[in-house]
């Protein structure tokens, strides 16, 4: 991710119009940079979501198009997002959410820093998502984030679950890497 060197506002961020995408992290635009792999984990876990949460209309997922206002100078596009339904905004609402997604997916790319992701995570947590998944592919693990509790990393021998966002959801982290 590369920033710029001038200040943005969120109104400044969404009148961008230039294609790509970008996040913006207290005013500093973030060209993101994902190679067709970075997709594939993404891909895995809504699709297990989805499995999950659609039948039972608990809710609905994003995938990284959407983007979500999480207060002044941070607006962020997930990977993937899951929205419980009563917060899902009316049919026909457009432009971007205004608040945190209930789940948000972070595929790091190779071009993002430690501290770049911890930002991003702080800034989930701290606007009311309830947890961060950060899929690390280089390790094939996945670093789960909650409010007052410590980071948990998973490895391919362990298994994702919905904690209690999602109550019986479960995916085996060995194939969110397959």
């Given at each position: ?8 506002t ?8 230039d ?9 500093e635009?973030h060209v ?28 609905k ?14 607006a ?27 789940l ?23 606007a009311?998502?309830?947890?961060v998944?950060?899929?690390?592919q ?25 904690g209690?966002?999602?109550p019986?959801f ?9």
């Amino acid at each position: 991710m590369v920033a710029t060197q001038q200040r943005m506002t969120v109104e400044d961020f969404m009148a961008i119009t230039d294609d790509g995408r970008f996040d913006l992290i207290d005013g500093e635009l973030h060209v993101v940079l994902a190679a067709l792999e970075h997709g594939e984990p993404a891909a895995n876990i809504i699709i297990a979501l989805g499995a999950f949460a659609k039948p039972r209309r608990l809710g609905k997922l994003y995938t990284a198009e959407a983007t979500f206002v999480l207060g002044s100078g941070t607006a962020l596009c997930p990977d993937a997002a899951y929205l419980r339904m009563e917060r899902v905004p009316p049919k026909g609402t457009e432009g971007f959410y205004q608040g945190a997604p209930d789940l948000a997916v972070e595929v790091v790319s190779p071009s993002e820093t430690r501290p770049m992701v911890a930002r991003k995570v702080e800034r989930y947590l701290h606007a009311g998502t309830a947890i961060v998944w950060c899929v690390c592919q280089n390790t094939e693990t996945v670093v789960v984030h909650r409010p007052g509790r410590e980071p948990v990393t998973l490895g391919v021998d362990d298994v994702l679950d919905g904690g209690d966002l999602l109550p019986g959801f479960s995916l085996p982290v060995r194939e969110v890497f397959e």
